[in-house]
């Protein structure tokens, strides 16, 4: 007898695999573990043979039926079934490597390289949440610019308008890895930030101007809480690193503390832009270091903490400030613009300030080789830079700021 869709439901798995036969060689293979596959078995060039078609669950027995008839008629034109369904797998893969999700996948694997771990995450998340439930099972080649907008509009409605215009740029930069492929003629990506909403006025993180670093200072120095979040503040100030890059400061890379010129080597992997950053070090920044090291074991982390990440929290510094009165006044990313103001306005070559601030470069051939420009000028800077706030913390304590 024939199988029936109540049957093949029905049916129980034993001590051991067994089968229950449809027809035309057409069976459902039964194994002790619960699972009910469809096999049928055939002869091609006098050999017995057996295919694959798929589970139960997924393959109904019409359908499974179907797959029977249609080997069968390839064995009536002298074709191996199996050689049919192994080039339709074929097919499909070549399909799939050509679907936008294929290779976007792609493109976040060749440049995941350039950037740290957290912020490639984030750009990562934002394509699969914002981008793939869209185009991801498209072919390449059929994503239009209408689904593209589309798309961008959905994040804009949500209000994220700097988003929708860094994720048009990641698409943009997904069909470029699809044009070089050959896989695109066209970019359909391209000219839709016309289309955007305009960006929002920044919201600049605020900073100190300099006629309040003074007083400041002044506070700092008088600051009641933890010397360890008081000297990763004048780090902070003297050196104008990110946050997390003082946070997670390893005595390992600080070179010749006590010769004529001390260097802190950040490496690339925990930089931004994935790039190493050399910071040449004033006399002022070695004796926050002295102090540090007389409340450390000097070893290991600058500034380890019972946290996960087993150094100081990324809010202990922002919280000191607001202790100090400089909520809503100051942020310690604020530090680096501060320090960018003033040295530009004081005639610093622009070019030594941002290679100090460690922005990115543009050119990625040349990013890749100026780690230690112009470090004897920017030596001469951060001295500079440092001695100023000396002067401006002495004004203050005089009274004369």
């Not at 943009?172 to 839709?192: C, G, M, S, T, Y």
């Not at 909403?197 to 605020?206: C, E, G, I, V």
Request: with cysteine.
């Amino acid at each position: 007898m024939s199988l029936t869709a109540v049957g093949v439901r029905n049916a129980k798995s034993g001590d051991k695999p067994y089968k229950l036969a449809d027809s035309g060689g057409l069976y459902l293979l039964i194994n002790p573990q619960g699972s009910k596959l469809w096999r049928l078995d055939y002869r091609f060039d006098g050999k017995r043979k057996t295919l694959a078609l798929g589970n139960s669950q997924d393959v109904p027995l019409a359908e499974a039926r179907e797959a029977r008839d249609d080997a069968r008629k390839a064995l009536r034109n002298g074709v191996d079934p199996g050689d049919v369904r192994k080039a339709a797998k074929a097919r499909q893969v070549v399909d799939e490597s050509r679907q936008f999700k294929a290779v976007a996948e792609r493109w976040f694997a060749a440049r995941k390289s350039r950037w740290v771990e957290g912020y490639s995450d984030r750009i990562w998340s934002r394509v699969e949440a914002d981008v793939l439930p869209e185009l991801g099972s498209l072919p390449v080649n059929e994503v239009t610019a209408e689904q593209v907008l589309s798309a961008l509009r959905v994040i804009e409605q949500r209000g994220a308008i700097e988003t929708a215009r860094r994720v048009g740029n990641y698409i943009q930069d997904i069909f470029r890895l699809a044009k070089a492929e050959r896989l695109v003629v066209a970019n359909p990506a391209d000219d839709l930030a016309a289309a955007l909403s305009a960006r929002p006025p920044a919201k600049r993180r605020a900073a100190l101007k300099a006629a309040e670093l003074p007083k400041f200072l002044r506070d700092l120095k008088s600051y009641n809480g933890e010397a360890q979040t008081r000297l990763a503040l004048q780090l902070t100030l003297l050196t104008f690193v990110r946050t997390s890059e003082v946070r997670f400061a390893q005595w390992s890379e600080f070179e010749n503390l006590d010769g004529a010129e001390p260097l802190w080597r950040i490496p690339a992997e925990r930089m931004k832009m994935r790039a190493e950053h050399l910071v040449p070090l004033s006399k002022q920044a070695v004796d926050v270091l002295e102090g540090l090291r007389k409340i450390s074991s000097g070893d290991g982390s600058l500034f380890p903490a019972p946290t996960v990440s087993g150094v100081m929290s990324e809010n202990t510094m922002i919280y000191a400030l607001y202790r100090m009165g400089y909520h809503r006044r100051a942020t310690v990313h604020g530090f680096r613009g501060t320090a960018s103001t003033i040295l530009n306005e004081q005639g610093f070559n622009r070019d030594w300030v941002e290679r100090q601030l460690a922005h990115a470069e543009r050119d990625e051939v040349r990013a890749a080789y100026n780690a230690a420009e112009w470090l004897p000028q920017r030596r001469k800077m951060m001295a500079w830079w440092a001695d100023h706030l000396d002067n401006c913390q002495k004004r203050a304590e005089s009274g004369t700021a």
